[in-house]
């Protein structure tokens, strides 16, 4: 049963914004911490933002000032507003969810719930 699904991935030039946004089941969306992770050919997965159910966020250092995650809690969604994109942004990005930030953080192999992934590929 999917319970995570991704959408907003595509292709834009540098400079540019996607708008990617994770839909979620009310019980998994009311109960978890919910974050965005990306994984480019050859490298780590990265945790690049994450939100909890009271809307406290943290972001990668990489993406700081760039990225916004935010919640839409009557639609069960969490967003991720890209902007200033760069060609080093391109990655798959996974939605996913778990009750620990802990977790999420520094074992994300542990982590409970996730999207199919989207691609997001930023041309220079």
């Known amino acids: 049963q999917v319970q995570l699904v991704e959408s907003g991935g595509g292709l834009v030039q540098a400079g540019g914004s996607l708008r990617l946004s994770c839909a979620a089941s009310r019980s998994i969306f009311s109960r978890n911490v919910v974050g965005w992770y990306r994984q480019a050919p050859g490298k780590q997965r990265e945790l690049v933002a994450t939100i909890t159910s009271r809307g406290t966020t943290t972001y990668a250092d990489s993406v700081k000032g760039r990225f916004t995650i935010s919640r839409d809690n009557p639609k069960n969604t969490v967003n991720l507003q890209m902007n200033s994109l760069k060609p080093e942004d391109t990655a798959v990005y996974y939605c996913?969810?778990?009750?620990?930030?802990?977790?999420?953080?520094?074992?994300?192999?542990?982590?409970?719930?996730w999207g199919q992934g989207t691609q997001v590929t930023v041309s220079s």
């Open positions: 996913a969810a778990d009750r620990l930030l802990p977790t999420m953080r520094v074992v994300p192999s542990m982590v409970s719930y």
